[in-house]
C-alpha cells in the first residue's frame, strides 16, 4: 500500500489525480493544507445551503452535542427531534403529517419505499410494482440503484436490482408520452405500489428540468389510480429550485416525502422520510405484526435534529429566498455568456441550480472530458464536477454575483481545455 489508505466515494484511484487536503471552509470557500482557497461552486456534493461554517447552525451543534449526544429512538425521544417534526409539517405542502427519521438521502428512500410497500401489504391487497422515471437517480444501496437509471453506475449489481417500470423522461414538446405511459401503468393489470420521482430537476441524471405543470399532472395521474406519489426532495428541497420545496411551485402534495441533504443546513447528515396519515394509519394497530420494521443507530440523532432546528430558525427569519433569487440573476448573467458560444447547449437554471452541456465527442458520465475539467476548475480555484460532459453550478446561496461571475469565466475557459 502506498499512500493514504482513504477509499473515496466515485473516485478511481487508477487515475492518480490529485486529492486536495481540505483544512477548513466557511462562507462559499474551502480552505487546503497547501494555502490554496477554492470556491465551492457544487456546495460540497448539494448539501451546504446557506454558507459553510454557518454561525448559528455550529453553535446549535456544539450547545447540543454537551447535553444529549445521542438517544436510542425506539422507544424513546427528545425535544430537538420533536420540535423539528413540528416545524417540518408546518414547512412541507399539505397532508405530510408523520416524520421518519434516517441519516442520508438514500435510507430517505429506502425507508419511502418500504413504507409504500407495507401500506399495501398490512391493506391486504400486496403490490410490489414501482413506477420510476428515466435518468433517475435516488442513491446508491441496491434498494435505491434499482429505483434509479442503470447504467456504468451500477452495472456490476444489475442482477441483484429489482424490476421497475419506467416512464420516459419528459422532454420539451414530448410530455404527453410520460403523462400516457404513467396513466397506462397506473392503469394496468399489476397495480404499481408507488411512483417515485425527483421533483423539477433530475439531478446527477445531468440537472434535467421539466415544469411544475407535468409534476402535478403526474400526481392527480397517480391520484386517479390510487397508486402512492413519492417525491425524492433530498436534491431539490432547502431551496435549490427557488422556493423551500419543489413542490411549492405546484398545488398538490405527495403522499411521501424525502428529504436530506439541506435539511441540516449541510452541517451534518440527517434524512427524514414523510408521509400521510393515510400511510401511518395502515402501520397503525394493536398488532405489533403490522408496525414499520426499520431503523437505524443514529436515528433521529439529537445534534442533526438540533442543527435542522437552526436551519428551520434560519429560513422562518426570512431572506433565505432573497438570497437565492439574487443568486439566481447572477447565474442568469453567467449563462448569458455562455449561450452565445457554439461550444455550448442548452444553458438552463432553476432557483439556485445552473447547468450547461459542453459539446464533446463522447457525451455522457464515463465523458473523458470530465476528469480533464475538474483538473481545470481546480487550477483556477474552483470546487466544481462535471456530470460527464454537463457542466453546473450549485453553489451556497451567500456566493456573491462577482464569484459566480468567477465559475462562469472559469467555465468559458474550459472549452479551450477541451478543444485543444
Ligand atoms: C443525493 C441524492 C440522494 C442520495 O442521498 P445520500 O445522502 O447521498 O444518500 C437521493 N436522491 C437524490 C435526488 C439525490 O440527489
Known amino acids: 500500500m502506498t499512500g493514504s489508505p482513504v477509499w473515496h466515494p466515485f473516485t478511481q484511484h487508477g487515475l492518480q489525480e490529485p486529492i486536495p487536503q481540505v483544512i477548513s471552509a466557511s462562507g462559499a470557500h474551502i480552505h487546503c493544507a497547501d494555502g490554496r482557497t477554492l470556491l465551492d461552486g457544487i456546495s460540497s456534493w448539494w448539501v451546504i445551503t446557506h454558507g459553510h461554517c454557518e454561525p448559528r447552525i ?176 433530498v436534491m431539490t428541497g432547502w431551496g435549490r429550485t427557488g422556493g423551500l420545496f419543489a413542490f411549492d411551485q405546484v398545488d398538490v402534495s405527495p403522499d411521501i416525502l424525502c428529504l436530506a441533504k439541506g435539511l441540516t443546513g449541510g452541517a451534518i447528515p440527517l434524512a427524514v422520510t414523510m408521509a400521510s396519515d393515510r400511510i401511518f394509519d395502515s402501520h397503525y394497530s394493536p398488532d405489533r405484526a403490522d408496525m414499520f420494521f426499520h431503523s437505524s443507530s443514529f436515528t433521529a440523532n439529537p445534534i442533526a435534529c438540533a442543527a435542522a432546528n437552526a436551519n428551520i430558525a434560519i429560513w422562518d427569519e426570512g431572506g433565505v429566498t432573497d438570497r437565492i433569487d439574487a443568486l439566481g440573476a447572477a447565474l442568469d448573467a453567467g449563462l448569458a455568456r455562455l449561450s452565445r458560444d457554439s461550444r455550448f447547449a442548452n444553458p438552463r437554471r432553476m432557483g439556485a441550480i445552473a447547468a450547461v452541456d459542453l459539446i464533446v465527442p463522447d457525451a455522457g458520465y464515463l465523458s473523458t472530458v470530465a476528469p480533464r475539467l475538474r483538473a481545470h476548475f481546480l487550477e483556477h480555484g474552483l470546487l466544481l464536477r462535471p456530470l460527464g460532459n454537463t457542466i453546473y453550478a450549485m453553489p451556497p446561496y451567500c456566493t456573491t454575483a462577482a464569484q459566480v461571475d468567477h465559475i462562469f469565466a472559469t467555465i468559458g475557459e474550459a472549452a479551450g481545455i477541451v478543444a485543444g
Open 58 to 233: 455550529a453553535a446549535a451543534i456544539a450547545d447540543q452535542a454537551g447535553r444529549l449526544d445521542q438517544l436510542i429512538f425506539a422507544g424513546y425521544t427528545h425535544a430537538p427531534a420533536e420540535q423539528l417534526a413540528r416545524s417540518l409539517v408546518r414547512l412541507t405542502p399539505t397532508g405530510l403529517t408523520r416524520v421518519f427519521y434516517s441519516d442520508s438521502g438514500s435510507t430517505a428512500v429506502e425507508v419511502a419505499l418500504k413504507m409504500a410497500l407495507g401500506h399495501w401489504h398490512n391493506r391486504g391487497e400486496p403490490r410490489h410494482r414501482i413506477v420510476v422515471m428515466e435518468h433517475s437517480y435516488h442513491g446508491d444501496t441496491i434498494g435505491t440503484m434499482s429505483v434509479g437509471e442503470r447504467g456504468a453506475f451500477n452495472r456490476a449489481y444489475a442482477p441483484l436490482l429489482f424490476d421497475v417500470a419506467t416512464v420516459p423522461f419528459p422532454l420539451a414538446g414530448q410530455e404527453q408520452a410520460t403523462l400516457d405511459a404513467l396513466e397506462r401503468l397506473c392503469a394496468g393489470p399489476e397495480k404499481p405500489a408507488a411512483f417515485i420521482v425527483e421533483p423539477l430537476v433530475l439531478g446527477s441524471g445531468g440537472m434535467l428540468f421539466y415544469g411544475p405543470h407535468l409534476l402535478a399532472e403526474m400526481v392527480r395521474i397517480c391520484r386517479a389510480h390510487d397508486v402512492l406519489f413519492i417525491a425524492d426532495e
